[in-house]
T-cell receptor, first 116, second 115 residues
């Protein structure tokens, strides 16, 4: 059973370009979460999605950032018109829907975005 | 979610037990204690979680005090590969127990295991 898959692992973009980060959750998981880790800082929650729905985007920057989790295919975190301050590691996590058992979320290995 | 307090850093000799403390004095009755770790540049890795009782799995043990105001993560035989940042997270699960993955990470404890 493959884990949470993120690609690309490394992404370099010039200022003003768009960055698209992809996350395929673990098999059977229908909930996806995105986190950002700025250099030398902790992990910060960005957004929580279920299939075709954004459940909680309280951690998303108000501009340039968007996320989706379509019915088919991976979840996408999209950053438009990237700036140097967007350089960070972006992690995706997935979890199953509630089945009566308290469980945990599993994280991917992250995408390291560098804006030059 | 309740705030947690962890020491900034700890050292441990290889082969010895590593005991990582966490204070969560404002924890509510329905909040779980979760531990994750992040080995350098990798994604966070789930270790263990508990509510009231002590828990053990193949990675670690979790000891929760009777008043639930603090807990200790125990790595029984630390190895060099256990060097990582360890995060203690206290959280309530919303109705239906969903959103397991919405976590508030603090600064954690940097555990360094020495040869």
């Amino acid at each position: 059973n493959a884990g949470v898959m993120q690609n690309p692992r490394h992404l370099v973009r010039r200022r003003g370009q768009e960055a698209r980060l992809r996350c395929s959750p673990m098999k059977g998981h229908s909930h996806v979460y995105w986190y950002r880790q700025l250099p030398e800082e902790g992990l910060k929650f960005m957004v929580y999605l279920q299939k075709e729905n954004i459940i909680d985007e309280s951690g998303m920057p108000k501009e340039r950032f968007s996320a989706e989790f379509p019915k088919e295919g991976p979840s996408i975190l999209r950053i438009q018109q990237v700036v140097r301050g967007d350089s960070a590691a972006y992690f995706c996590a997935s979890s199953p829907r509630y089945t009566g058992v308290v469980t945990e979320a599993f994280f991917g290995q992250g995408t390291r975005l560098t804006v030059v | 979610d309740a705030k947690t307090t962890q020491p900034t850093s700890m050292d441990c000799a290889e082969g010895r037990a590593a005991n990582l403390p966490c204070n969560h004095s404002t924890i509510s009755g329905n909040e779980y204690v979760y531990w994750y770790r992040q080995i350098h540049s990798q994604g966070p890795q789930y270790i263990i979680h508990g509510l009231k009782n002590n828990e053990t799995n193949e990675m670690a043990s979790l000891i929760i005090t009777e008043d639930r105001k603090s807990s200790t993560l125990i790595l029984p035989h630390a190895t060099l590969r256990d060097t990582a940042v360890y995060y203690c997270i206290v959280r309530v699960l919303n109705a239906g127990g969903t959103s397991y993955g919405k976590l508030t990470f603090g600064q954690g404890t940097i555990l360094t295991v020495h040869p």
